[in-house]
């Protein structure tokens, strides 16, 4: 199946710190999605971005579908900001496989 | 915010019990989907659904049914619970073609004793 691989697994940042978390695929990308999972688990859907660039307020995502690759950039993040960061792709049969995730935590 | 309920939200059981899973849809998205979440394995697909009565084994099916019989509703069954299948189990729906994006449920937290 394919691969999908999420680095870094963890990041620790001060508030007010930039990031950018990176999405790798083993095989053609298709309808790529990017996910937050707060502390409570709710699991938000922050992106689709198949290809390009997309931004909303302080996320920025860009995925570079022939290089196999997406990056979620985060700026000037926030203690809200803290919890896991997935990223998402679509088998040809409709099978989202999610990578294994970003655990972010950002400190006041 | 997308109109998904799951229910119950939380449920122990004990081994070797059926329990079902309810997701319920108000968005009339043609796909609706389950995963379960564990420690150290993510997210993965249980089964799906591209329609009314027609479902599709996702990467761990095994041990799981489910059913589609209107758009709204998809159902999942643990036909007989196993301690293995203690986790969080999430419904997903998106609009399929052209409408992908996908939104989850808030989860319903199941423990088998």
């Known amino acids: 199946g394919i691969q999908v691989e999420q680095s870094p697994p963890d990041l620790i940042l001060q508030e007010g710190a930039n990031s950018t978390l990176r999405c790798n695929f083993s095989?053609?990308?298709?309808?790529l999605q990017w996910f937050h999972q707060n502390p409570w688990g709710q699991l938000i859907n922050l992106f689709y971005?198949?290809?390009g660039t997309k931004q909303n307020g302080r996320l920025s995502a860009t995925t570079v579908a022939t290089e196999r690759y997406s990056l979620l950039y985060i700026s000037s993040s926030q203690t809200t900001d803290s919890g896991v960061y997935f990223c998402?792709?679509?088998?040809?049969?409709?099978?989202?496989?999610f990578g294994a995730g970003t655990r972010l935590t950002v400190k006041p | 915010d997308a109109g998904i309920t799951q229910s119950p939200r939380h449920k122990v059981t004990e081994t070797g019990t059926p329990v079902t899973l309810r997701c319920h849809q108000t968005?009339?998205?043609?796909?609706m989907y389950w995963y379960r979440q564990d420690p150290g394995h993510g997210l993965r697909l249980i089964h799906y659904?591209?329609?009314?009565?027609?479902?599709d084994k996702g990467e761990v099916s095994d041990g799981y049914s489910v059913s589609r019989s209107k758009t709204e509703d998809f159902l999942l069954t643990l036909e007989s619970a196993t301690s293995s299948q203690t986790s969080v189990y999430f419904c997903?729906?998106?609009?399929?073609?052209?409408?992908?994006?996908?939104?989850f449920g808030s989860g319903t937290q199941l423990s088998v004793l």
């Open positions: 997903a729906i998106s609009g399929g073609q052209g409408n992908e994006k996908l939104f």
């Open positions: 095989d053609s990308v298709n309808n």
């Open positions: 971005i198949p290809s």
């Open positions: 998402a792709h679509t088998a040809n049969n409709n099978d989202m496989r």
């Open positions: 968005e009339n998205h043609r796909y």
């Open positions: 659904s591209y329609g009314v009565k027609d479902t």
